[in-house]
């Protein structure tokens, strides 16, 4: 089993999310976080004077998924994400070593 995590632009996250529920992957957390990478920001002007928002906003999505659909999912939020600018956003995989279904008790896939 993998954990998926991706940053994404916010305004891709409904895009994202439709991939994923027509590819039948249903399950998805998501958070509303701030940060900065290669993009290093934005210079906004307010009330005529300018600062700087070095911490911009973006959307984390994270997913459970067994081995066989990690690289299928991979590829669908690379595909949906994409505007080919710079903050498009990062995935990370991550193994995983179990998983608990706290409802039936159910672990591993069975749990996803």
Known sequence: MKKIEAIIRGEKLNEVRKALLEADIPGITVYEVRGKGNQKGLELQFRGRPYNVDLLPKTKIELMVSDNHTEKVVELIKK?????????????????????????????????
């Open 80 to 112: 949906t994400a994409y505007t080919g600018n710079v903050g498009d956003g990062k995935i990370m995989i991550l193994p995983m070593d179990d998983l608990i279904k706290i409802r039936t008790g159910e672990s591993g896939d069975y749990a996803i």
